[in-house]
């Protein structure tokens, strides 16, 4: 009996100890890394995103904000995970082996100086002051004042989003086209007679909104499309490449509808 007890007991250590080898063998914890490229306009979600998922899981997040065009690149080329695009895959940039999933809806403000007594400007209103054919502010019942025109540089996704949905393609008379949401920003707040656009979660109180058709930008009206100047936040990978298991698990959090409220709070709409 006494042996017999010894033999269960010996079997028992062993079928804890294969156990807990076991349960090692199947630690899928996941480390490493994951880095992100591209639009300037997505800095403010990316980076709640980014933070979040580096609180709770440990693995490191970087961005790198150099425009929706050098994103694309830098995925094209392998020199990130997933690029961040503002405007939609071109054709042939999807022919070129990339993925894109929309993460979230962003609206493109209109913005103006906060002094600047001009508070709706319609679709049409807007193509004309871009193109040129309005270019004092008295013309649509501002001030006497040349119109400044203030844009992105080209690649930009904001830009491109700007130009498809007031069709102005190659036809913007812009003064200066900056590199940066920001750039565009603190330039219009600086000139009386300056006009821009830039991302609405972007927007400070240092430029005025203004309404477009009647509407204003917010969530509720990007939401329901009432706000006709709007674009998606673009991820982009890869068709033919995996991503890392660190880049994968990033991919599936910020896709997830656990997401939504860290999305909402950047003040863009999920895609989910």
């Known amino acids: 009996m006494r042996k017999m007890k010894k033999v269960i007991g ?13 349960g090692c063998g199947n630690n899928n ?16 979600v990316i980076g709640g995103l980014g933070e979040a998922f580096q609180n709770d899981t440990g693995i490191t997040f970087t961005y790198n904000p150099t425009g929706s065009g050098s994103g694309i690149k830098a995925v094209q080329e392998g020199r990130c995970d ?14 070129a ?17 906060p002094e600047n007594p001009v508070s709706d400007l319609s679709v049409e209103m807007i193509a004309d002051i871009y193109t040129g054919e309005i270019t004092n502010w008295a013309e649509i019942g501002g001030n006497d004042a040349e119109i400044v025109l203030i844009g992105r540089e ?6 491109d989003g700007f130009e498809s949905i007031t069709d102005t393609e190659d036809a913007c008379q812009y003064r200066q086209e900056l590199t940066s949401t920001g750039d565009v920003i603190t330039t219009v707040s600086q000139n009386l007679g300056a006009i821009g656009y830039a991302s ?9 909104a203004v309404t477009v058709d009647g509407i204003a930008p917010t969530e509720a009206t990007i939401k329901d499309g009432s706000y006709v100047v709007q674009r998606p936040f673009v991820l982009v990978t890869k068709a033919d490449k995996k991503l890392s298991d660190a880049a994968q698990k990033f991919f599936d959090y910020i896709t997830s ?9 950047a003040g863009v709409v999920s895609a989910n």
């Open 97 to 113: 082996g990339l993925n894109a999933t929309v993460l979230a809806y962003d609206g493109i403000a209109v913005i103006v100086n």
């Open 29 to 44: 914890k996941v480390t490493g890394s994951v880095a992100t490229d591209g639009s300037t306009s997505m800095e403010k």
């Open 82 to 95: 997933i690029g961040l695009s503002s405007r939609d895959l071109k054709e042939e940039e999807k022919a």
């Open 10 to 22: 010996m079997m028992m250590v062993g079928a804890m100890t294969l156990s807990l080898l076991t």
């Open 200 to 208: 609405v979660a972007s927007v400070k109180e240092s430029v005025k």
């Open 257 to 265: 509808s656990a997401a939504n409220e860290i999305i909402s709070a």
């Open 154 to 159: 080209a690649g930009s996704g904001t830009r």
